[in-house]
């Protein structure tokens, strides 16, 4: 199986190529720069085969999907800069990228009749009331432009193609790439006390495990939407972070805050970031470990 990955300068798109090496796949990684300019950690990514590609633009796409001949290709690569994508400035790229750059991919997957795996998240939903949302609820309300793009990514996906997994994550963190544990690991070296809130519920992913999960979809045709986080249930953002600190061995104490205490950032969050995940082990998929276990290896490959 022949398999291209978009984004793999990110936290995930990196995790992707490194799982289908170890199952002796070819994986052909793809990115914006002219060359991988994600962790080079030795690891499969910076071995495997890399291609220069803007996802904005259609022909490029399409000659570049065409010349790889793929038979999946995995769709990593988004704006995730949510506060930013708020900016009117940036509006149109955000659409471009997360709308227009997705459609792209879409229409060159049904032309070569080959799968496609999508990558949205918990904030296509309004994040209100506390029952988890189902894989396939159509109660969507963004609360914000990024929230907007991912959703509308998910529709051009869907539209256009019969063979694709869109796969719906939340909190996420890898390896390569910024996240809310290495923010909370710097912060926490030069503050004895924080401010977290802990009103936004959900559950952390760790990049690491959902490649292994996203890799178990392609190699079937139980196509559709799904959710996927780690287990070990709902937490909140004061959770995850006073985890973060008994882990790591740090003393900082962590205040919970309500989000209007802890002041409004440009994007607003949902609330209920819960997500149910049943359609995972329903479909015979293995779910991911729980968050606490994920994070404890997390930070044995991370430098703090």
């Known amino acids: 199986m022949k398999v291209l990955v978009t984004g793999v300068a990110g936290q ?4 992707v190529m490194n799982e289908l090496h170890k199952r002796g796949y070819e994986g052909v990684g793809s990115d914006i720069a002219p060359k991988y300019s994600g962790a080079d950690d030795g690891t499969a990514v910076t071995k ?11 022909q490029e796409v399409t000659e570049t999907i065409k010349k790889v001949n793929p038979d999946v290709v995995v769709h990593c690569a988004a704006w995730t800069a949510v506060d930013l994508a708020e900016e009117s400035e940036n509006k149109e790229k955000v659409m471009a990228i997360n709308v227009g750059g997705t459609e792209n991919i879409a229409k060159v997957c049904k032309e070569l009749d080959c799968k496609m795996v999508y990558i949205s998240t918990d904030y296509v939903f309004d994040g209100y009331g506390t029952r988890p949302w189902n894989e396939d609820c159509k109660d969507y309300a963004p609360l914000n432009v990024y929230g907007e793009s991912k959703l509308m990514g998910e529709k051009v996906v869907s539209l256009n193609l019969e063979k694709y997994f869109i796969v719906r994550i939340a909190w996420v963190f890898g390896v390569n790439g910024n996240n809310f544990i290495k923010t909370m690991l710097n912060v926490g070296k030069k503050f004895d006390t924080l401010k977290v809130v802990n009103d936004q519920i959900g559950t952390p992913t760790y990049t690491y495990d959902l490649s292994r999960l996203l890799v178990d ?3 079937t045709d139980k196509y559709g939407y799904y959710h996927a986080t780690n287990e070990g249930g709902y937490i909140s953002w004061y959770d995850f972070a006073c985890e973060i600190f008994k882990q790591a061995g740090y003393n900082t104490k962590v205040n919970p805050v309500t989000t209007e205490e802890y002041g409004v950032s440009k994007a607003r969050r949902p ?8 359609k995972l082990v329903d479909n ?3 779910p991911l470990p729980e968050w606490k276990d994920a994070l404890s290896r997390y930070l044995k490959e991370i430098d703090y």
């Open 12 to 15: 995930l798109g990196h995790d």
């Open 271 to 278: 609330f209920n970031s819960r997500l149910n995940k049943t």
């Open 217 to 219: 979809m392609i190699e």
């Open 48 to 58: 495997m085969d890399y291609v220069q590609m803007d996802i904005t633009n259609s």
């Open 284 to 286: 015979g998929f293995t």
